[in-house]
Every structure is written in C-alpha cells, then in structure tokens.
C-alpha cells in the first residue's frame, strides 16, 4: 500500500526556518515534490525533485527553498528558509510514477505552515 507521511509544519515568525519531510512507502517513485494551497488560492507547485536528483522550484521560492531526497529512505525533504506571510499554507508533498504508460499520482495529508509578520 503506497503511503506519504509527511512532518515538519508548523508556525515560525518571517525571516525564519522551516524543514518538511515526506517519507513514503510502498513503491520508489519517479518524482517527488510539495506543492501548497492557500486559503481561497489554487494548489501551486512549490518544487519537486527526480530520482535522479534534477530540481525544479516555483520562482517564487527560488533561493530561499531547497528540495532535497534520500532515496534510500524514499524521503524527500523541503528546507525552506527566509520564510515570508506569503508562504503560509498547507503544503503537500506529492509523489508519482509511470508503470505500463499509466501514471500513478499520490497526496500526502498536508501539513499547515504558518509565517506570522
């Protein structure tokens, strides 16, 4: 049974430091990656990492975000640094994969980060 099980959320002053992870099980997967959702926003990507290690981020994080994996813990980490209001919301980590041309997308529950001003 594929899970994500994601840590790490929570309510930090601007300027500071938060780190995610997101360890999964049940298969290896191909990408894997955070997204978050706002309250009355889209979900966005945040950014997102192969298994061979090839990152992308949303320009809005770029310098202050960086996504890291493990893959021998099947683990993906989001350190995210000079955190802003503007990065407040639930973030999800994502993981998916390709088997017999079919692609195979999971969800983590969320995890809420709050940056207060």
């Known amino acids: 049974q594929v899970q994500l099980v994601e840590s790490g959320g929570g309510l930090v002053q601007a300027g500071g430091s938060l780190r995610l992870s997101c360890a999964a099980s049940g298969t290896i997967f191909s990408i894997m990656g955070w997204y978050r959702q706002a309250p009355g926003k889209q979900r966005e990507l945040v950014a997102a990492?192969?298994?061979?290690?090839?990152?992308n981020y949303a320009d809005s994080v770029k310098g202050r975000f960086t996504i890291s994996r493990d893959n021998a813990k099947n683990t993906v980490y989001l350190q995210m640094n000079s955190l802003k209001p503007e990065d407040t919301a639930v973030y999800y980590c994502?993981?998916?994969?390709?088997?017999?041309?079919?692609?195979?997308?999971?969800w983590g529950q969320g995890t809420q980060v709050t940056v207060s001003s």
């Open positions: 994502n993981a998916n994969f390709w088997r017999n041309s079919r692609k195979y997308d999971y």
């Open positions: 990492i192969t298994s061979g290690g090839s990152t």
